[in-house]
């Protein structure tokens, strides 16, 4: 994707497309707050960013395209405050090429017959085509591609209902995976999806409640962990305190497995299970299923060094620090020109030649999705002097896109769709390449928690058993 000349580095990754935060607090700095929970959740959006604050009579909003720190300098955040605030709602957005617009920023802010509401999405509805239709033929004017503004108009047209009920309605018509918040002037209400696909987790900080996409941002506030919100739950938080109704019941769990394998910091805990854990069980659980010998064991930072110390731990392999990712990189840098384009994984990562020279190394990754740098980071250590390089995956072959709100790829452009494992370790230039078994992650990470088993998540990339129907393959922009 580009915006203005300025690309992002290209990087062989799934990619998340958004974090939401929620606070009440009156008598709090709920701006400065949401602005803190934003920047823990930057890896869930780095295209742009929004905050909506209530003040008990009217909401303000600002958004922009770009990070966190480059949307809110000081003097917004003081702008959006004010000494009447008691709620605010923040977003963080990556999108799709085409989507790439400040209008389809969030929170959606939006007057209704009972006043004004801000809307927060993390997620995709598998039915928002054919919901766009419905509302479009009953008069509803749409304003941006998002399926957020799906979500608006639907409780616009329930605006006779309480908000609760209007939510519980909303919540019966949208189909696929969701964390919503929605804020009025002086509430918040949050609701997750019936199959608990996407985060969404429940704080406190003194009087203040949180609603958070992951706990590393209640962290951040110095707020403490309360609780998962529960697959078809709707949270209402007002000045009554905490109120929880059970709108759907689910009728199977399915929380995405790429949080835990790549998205998710691995500070945080969701759903009970702890991602850097689950992440060092993954690489446990590799080293049970693939034994090499090696002479050390490296991770592709950040992701893969995880499941590379567990690795260690288990075959006995040291770990070292073969390769070394430039934090300063930042999430885009200007191409000048095509050769410097080719040139963009030795500008984020570079290999340590004293660590890996004259060395067999086994390299874990948490993922392979187009294959586009894999090889390039092979290379770069033979030319470092590795003697063998070994690539091993701390998840199984990605085969089939996602239509719950990640951005995969289209399924032609999955390495692992149209090549066999040989054709990609070929392709690659590795001396062996191996993947996790699907049993073998699912194990792993479920070991880790006492609130999921096996059957408990989503894995559709890999397996193609979809559990929640897609009626709009085409889908229309996430979040
Ligand atoms: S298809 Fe894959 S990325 Fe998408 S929700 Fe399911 S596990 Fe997550």
């Not at 909303?170 to 999806?193: A, C, F, N």
């Not at 054709?423 to 070991?447: P, V």
Request: proline share 3%; glycine share 10%; hydrophobic share 40%.
């Amino acid at each position: 994707m580009s915006i203005d000349g300025i690309h992002d580095l290209p990087w062989d990754k799934m990619e998340e497309e958004c974090g939401v935060i929620g606070i009440y607090g009156p008598g709090k700095e709920v701006a400065r707050l949401a602005y803190f929970g934003m920047h823990a959740l930057q890896h869930r959006g780095q295209e742009s960013a929004g905050m909506a604050v209530g003040d008990g009579q009217e909401i303000s909003l600002h958004k922009a395209m770009g990070l966190v720190t480059e949307v809110f300098p000081e003097k917004k955040i003081g702008e959006l405050q004010n000494e009447k605030s008691q709620v605010a709602i923040g977003h963080v957005r990556y999108s799709t090429t085409g989507s790439s617009l400040v209008s389809n920023a969030q929170p959606l802010v939006f007057r209704y017959a009972k006043g004004m509401l801000a809307v927060a999405h993390n997620g995709n509805l598998t039915n928002a085509a054919e919901l766009r239709q419905d509302l479009a033929v009953t008069g509803a004017v749409f304003q941006t591609t998002t399926d957020t503004e799906v979500i608006v108009n639907l409780l616009a047209r329930y605006s006779q209902s309480s908000l609760e009920e209007a939510l519980m309605k909303v919540m019966i018509d949208i189909k696929g995976s969701y964390s919503i918040l929605v804020m009025t002037e002086d509430r918040i209400l949050g609701m997750r999806d019936p199959y608990g696909v996407r985060p969404l987790c429940l704080g406190r900080l003194d009087n203040a409640y949180i609603l958070a996409s992951e706990s590393c941002a209640l962290d951040t506030m110095g707020a403490t962990f309360i609780r998962d919100i529960e697959p078809g739950e709707i949270v209402v938080i007002d000045k009554k305190g905490l109120t929880s109704l059970k709108a759907l019941t689910p009728l199977r769990r399915a929380s995405c497995i790429f949080e835990y394998i790549y998205f998710a910091r691995p500070d945080s805990v969701i759903d009970g299970i702890w991602v850097n854990l689950a992440r060092r069980a993954m690489g446990r659980q590799l080293a049970q299923e693939v034994q090499i010998d090696g002479d050390i064991v490296i991770g592709v930072p950040d992701s893969g060094t995880a499941a590379a110390i567990g690795y260690s731990l288990e075959s006995g392999i040291p770990f070292e620090e073969g390769l070394m990712k430039n934090r300063y990189i930042g999430r885009t840098f200007i191409q000048p020109t095509q050769e410097m384009r080719s040139q963009a994984v030795r500008l984020k990562l570079n290999a340590i030649s004293k660590a890996v020279e004259g060395k067999r190394v086994i390299m874990i990754d948490d993922s392979i999705v187009r294959g586009t740098t894999s090889g390039k980071i092979v290379q770069m250590l033979r030319q470092a002097g590795a003697k063998e390089v070994h690539m091993l995956v701390s998840s199984p072959p990605i085969t089939y896109p996602c239509y719950y709100g990640i951005d995969t790829a289209v399924r032609k452009e999955l390495i692992a769709a149209v090549k066999t494992i040989e054709e990609i370790r070929e392709l690659i230039g590795a001396d062996s390449l191996h993947y996790l078994t699907e049993e073998g992650i699912l194990n792993a990470i479920a070991e880790q928690g006492e609130g999921l088993t096996c059957k408990d998540f989503c894995t559709a990339c890999f397996s193609g058993d979809y559990p929640i129907e897609v009626t709009d393959k085409q889908g229309s922009s996430c979040c």
